[in-house]
């Protein structure tokens, strides 16, 4: 992985994965082992410090989707694009570096069941189908709305909890992707609803979505924003957005005040 990303960093002409290959990987005891400065930061610990200010979230979306092209063009998917796998390089400058390719795989790999942090991990990979590297997608669009809001969008609770917020956001569920996924029958029963199993009781217990918006979770009157966050969150993988088309969104001409 990072012998691909090495022999073909020449032609990326950006910064937003990484600087000084040669630099970066460096061996010990015959592993091979990345290493970053201490003094920078990732997101998580700017929210901490309310460090990330709306106006930021634009420049973040563009590095970090330049960076996602770049690896997908390689047919590499990242797995595990969070928060703390985005360092902020310069604030200042708003720039960014993404970070931790030791859950990443290549699209041509028998693709492990499970990957990705849980509150970040696209519907298709909770129910079991083959996926993508519009996973990262996925990703990036919750990490925006916590940089947003500075709240997670997706708590980390139980999958079934996570998939009725996702319902209720976005709506349902496509038949088709319930009929294929491995683990749908873990969540939904045989007339897609939503159940969990009641541990006191050991009864089936069906769960009824709380519907609301991202207007309303966000508390934002961006509508381009919110556009094109709902384009990175889409639900059904085939109406997902590459890294490249989520670039071409009009959100990134538009002006701000």
């Not at 930021?56 to 998917?77: K, S, T």
């Not at 029963?189 to 089936?204: A, K, P, R, S």
Request: one cysteine or more; charged letters at 25%.
């Amino acid at each position: 992985m990072t012998r691909q990303i090495s022999t073909t960093f020449y032609d990326f002409t950006t910064t937003f994965i990484i600087r000084n290959v040669s630099s970066l990987f460096v061996s010990y005891f015959d592993r091979t082992c990345t290493s970053f400065k201490n003094s920078i930061k990732n997101l998580v610990e700017m929210l901490i410090l309310h460090f990330v200010g709306c106006r930021y979230v634009r420049f973040i979306a563009r590095q970090c989707l330049e960076a996602l092209e770049f690896l997908h063009h390689l047919g590499i998917i990242h797995c595990d694009l969070k928060p703390e796998n985005i360092l902020m390089k310069s604030y200042k400058r708003c720039e960014i570096k993404v970070i931790d390719l030791g859950s990443s795989c290549f699209r041509s790999d028998n693709l492990c069941l499970y990957v990705q942090s849980r509150s970040y991990r696209a519907p298709e990979v909770m129910l079991g189908l083959s996926y993508d590297p519009k996973i990262d997608l996925w990703s990036l669009g919750c990490i925006l709305a916590e940089l947003w809001s500075g709240e997670v969008l997706f708590p980390n609770e139980a999958v079934v909890m996570i998939l009725a917020r996702m319902i209720g956001l976005f709506g349902p569920i496509n038949t088709e992707m319930l009929l294929n996924g491995q683990e749908t029958h873990k969540y939904f029963t045989e007339e897609n609803d939503l159940y969990y199993m009641n541990e006191e009781t050991d009864q089936m217990e069906l769960i009824i979505p709380e519907e609301t918006s991202l207007e309303d979770h966000l508390q934002v009157f961006d509508s381009g924003f919110v556009d094109f966050l709902s384009n990175l969150l889409e639900i059904d993988p085939e109406r997902r957005p590459t890294a490249k088309e989520a670039l071409a969104h009009p959100w990134f001409s538009q002006s701000y005040e």
